[in-house]
């Protein structure tokens, strides 16, 4: 066989990396290793709750929109499994093939969990409303790593994590709040993967690839808007108000998109065209909600630290 020509990748051990990639490299390893350190037992917490709050116990209509809400979180969690199992296999950068490696065991792990406390809340997990469905389709079906990567990591999973942190300080299920805090910790080292990576994968684009890219996640802002926008009616009932739930999400999108163009040293307005298209839209969809002011950049700030030091995630 040629030389390079191998189904072994020898070259994984002598690749070229800049200062940035390699402190990239370091922090990815970190995921991994803290994904060991905090692993949880899903089955045994889940039992364990159950026992100490006497199972579940929700009553109408808080009982339904707890189901529909988390069978949309539920499907999300499998196309998730499904993402980080493919970035595992594909990805060249063996530091976040170990990120994507453990981030698949932490989907797993929540996947049944969330099926298992469906079934003590007693409601099978229904269809995705197409909407969500569609944001889903489209993270799966994309056509290239950077774009599942962008997809699910930087914009699925930090609205996943904007969801369980509404929902967990409403305390509608004791048991769902106590559960939801090992969701959080684990969700938060999976966005790490993606603000840590991304810049890599970006960097062997061309220019019309990047630009390709951007405009992508363009329109998988907006669709993932008309997904929330689907719930909003479920998550009235939960006591939460759509748009502050949107504005929390927004948040934690525009700190992973600063923080990428920061990484990639980008001097283009992407994140404030983004910005203003949303607040165009947020005013559109839910007219006389909220004050459509500007995004709180505090909570932005307050989100670097937290996400750039994955072992205390
Ligand atoms: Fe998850
Ligand atoms: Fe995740």
Known sequence: MMPGRSAIPYGVLDQERTDREVAAARRLERIYHAGQERVWDGRGLLAELLEKHGGVHLDEPFAGAVGRVFSVIFWGELAAWQISVELAAQLDDIE????????????????????????????????????????????????GLPHKLIGMQMMVEPMALTLFQSVREQKICPVLSEFLEYFERDEAR?????????????????????????????????????????????LRLLGLDPIEVLRLGQSKQLFVAELLTRELNWDVPVIGVINRSVEFRRALQY???????????????????????????
């Open 190 to 234: 999976h966005v790490a993967l993606g603000i840590n990576h991304l810049p890599a994968l970006v960097n062997r684009m061309s220019v019309p690839a990047r630009v390709e890219l951007a405009a992508w996640q363009f329109r998988m802002v907006h669709r993932e808007m008309g997904g929330l926008h689907e719930l909003a009616d479920d």
């Open 96 to 143: 976040a093939k170990m990120a994507a490696t453990s981030q698949a065991h932490d989907e797993a792990r929540h996947f049944y969990v969330l099926h298992d406390y469906l079934a003590a809340l007693g409601h099978s997990p229904d269809q995705m409303p197409p909407r969500s469905a569609r944001v889903l389709e489209e993270v799966l079906n994309a056509r």
């Open 287 to 313: 007219p006389g909600e909220g004050d459509h002011s500007d995004l709180p950049r505090a909570l932005v700030r307050a989100l670097h630290q937290a996400v750039l030091e994955p072992q205390v995630a």
